[in-house]
Every structure is written in structure tokens, then in C-alpha cells.
């Protein structure tokens, strides 16, 4: 009988708890891959707002290649909706937003990440403080 309830016990635990790449406001949830207007909707204004432009590159795949393409006669650049291609190589300019929310000095402080508008990833930080 001891087993069944720990069982009991530990699924309802399971069910309950969030996923790793979430936030939970009130008893609305925001994952990854969420917009910022949804969370800007669930979850209110952050505390704070930080944002910077990264750009990673690569080699460019055989879709990204099209586009309008810019010669000088010496180098050669191709612009796609996304994507700057300059010999062969891909640099992707990604606008990245981290918001931070404090919710009281009882609960933890969250950061969301965004990538270009989307819910990257969710951090954990310290107790939040009294405002």
C-alpha cells in the first residue's frame, strides 16, 4: 500500500512540474520557442532589458545561396532575407533579448532569452529582492 502511494506521489510530481525550458506566470506557461508578445502577455513588463546583436557564421547550404547578389568585380556578396554570403561563407546577424523578471524575494528570478523574437531558453538566477 506504502508503494502505491509513493507512486501516486511521485506521477503527480511529474505532471506538475515544469519543463526545463519554461516559465511559469500566474497559471499561464511560456516555453521555448514562444514569441515575445506571448510573454510579454503572460508575464507582464520585465524588470529588465538587455540586448545585443551576435552573428555567427558558417558555411551557407544550397537554399541560402539565392538572393540578390552584389559584385565589385573583385569580391562578391549575395543578401538573402536572413543571411549575408560572402564567399561562401554565411554570417547570420541574430538579435538576442534577455529579460529578466523579479518576483518577489520568496521566488527565484528568471531570464528569458530570446533569439530573434523567440523564447530561447529560460535561466534560473538568484531570490529575487523587494522592489
Not at 508575464?43 to 544550397?62: E, F, K
Not at 568585380?73 to 529579460?99: A, K
Request: charged residues 25%; contains cysteine.
Amino acid at each position: 500500500m506504502r508503494q502505491s502511494h509513493r507512486l501516486i506521489v511521485i506521477v503527480a510530481a511529474l505532471l506538475l512540474a515544469e519543463p526545463a525550458l519554461a516559465l511559469r506566470c500566474q497559471s499561464r506557461l511560456v516555453s521555448e520557442g514562444d514569441p515575445q508578445a506571448k510573454v510579454l502577455r503572460f508575464c507582464g513588463t520585465p524588470t529588465a532589458v538587455q540586448r545585443r546583436v551576435l552573428y555567427r557564421s558558417g558555411i551557407p547550404s544550397a537554399q541560402a545561396s539565392r538572393g540578390l547578389v552584389v559584385s565589385d568585380g573583385r569580391s562578391e556578396m549575395r543578401f538573402t532575407s536572413e543571411e549575408l554570403l560572402i564567399h561562401q561563407h554565411s554570417v547570420v546577424e541574430i538579435l538576442i533579448e534577455e529579460w529578466t523578471y523579479n518576483f518577489g524575494p520568496r521566488k527565484l528570478m528568471r531570464m528569458v532569452v530570446f533569439e530573434n523574437g523567440l523564447v530561447r531558453d529560460v535561466r534560473r538566477l538568484g531570490y529575487g529582492y523587494v522592489e
